[in-house]
Every structure is written in structure tokens, then in C-alpha cells.
């Protein structure tokens, strides 16, 4: 009996350069305090994930550079997304305030991600602090 060959897609979260335009994917690196809570990953990734409402899913992931555009599922290429302004600042702003949210909810200090910290916090040094 032969066993069928793992079909499993690529994860494009943990590759460095776009396969096509081998632009570099590696963002700002992450604080070392803060790396468990990305799974250990040392960068912060450029790569867009195209999400969909409807499915509640990542459905696909985006080059920044090139715009090309790859199935989550199977990994093949497909149409490229248009992504307007409105919808990628939101998605933006969704990426900067994705590392503090568990912090935040447990009322917890966090690293700071800009210059300033969000409202019932103080800013101590490179972290934000909750107001008691």
C-alpha cells in the first residue's frame, strides 16, 4: 500500500522573500520579551493575509511588492486583490494592534508599538503601562 505525499500548502507566514519577486519579507524584529506570543518568530512579517468575512478565514496571502497573490488552501497563485485605501489602513491598523489585544485584555503592561500608548495607558520607558 503507498501512502499519498503530504498535500500540505505552503505557509507563506514563516517564508523571508516573495517566490516570484523575491522581494525581502522581513519587517521590524520583535522584542524578545514579546516573541512567545508569535510563535517565537524573531520579524514581524510584510506578507498581506486577504481575509474573508464570510468564510472567517485567511483565505490568501498577498506580496506587498509584487501584488502577487496565492491561495491559502492549496497554494497555488490567483487573482490578485484589490485592495482599497479605506480597507488597508483598516487592515493596518488591525496588524499594529494585533501584538498588544491579549495584553490588553489582561489589563497587563505590553511593549510599545509607536510613539505613543492607547487611552488607560501610561507610557514607562518602552512599554505601555495600564492606569490603576
Not at 35 to 49: A, D, P
Request: positive net charge.
Amino acid at each position: 500500500m503507498t501512502r499519498k505525499k503530504d498535500t500540505h500548502p505552503i505557509d507563506f507566514t514563516l517564508l523571508e522573500s516573495c517566490p516570484k519577486c523575491e522581494a525581502n519579507w522581513q519587517d521590524k524584529p520583535i522584542p524578545k520579551e514579546s516573541q512567545w506570543l508569535f510563535g517565537n518568530s524573531k520579524w514581524f512579517s510584510r506578507v498581506i493575509g486577504i481575509y474573508s468575512r464570510n468564510q472567517d478565514r485567511t483565505i490568501a496571502w498577498q506580496c506587498p511588492d509584487c501584488g502577487t497573490c496565492w491561495d491559502r488552501a492549496t497554494g497555488k497563485l490567483r487573482e490578485p486583490f484589490n485592495l482599497s485605501g479605506t480597507r488597508l489602513a483598516a487592515l493596518a491598523i488591525a496588524v499594529m494592534l494585533l501584538p498588544v489585544l491579549p495584553a490588553m485584555a489582561c489589563n497587563q503592561p505590553f511593549v510599545k508599538a509607536g510613539k505613543s500608548c492607547p487611552l488607560g495607558y501610561y507610557s514607562q520607558g518602552s512599554y505601555c503601562v495600564p492606569n490603576r
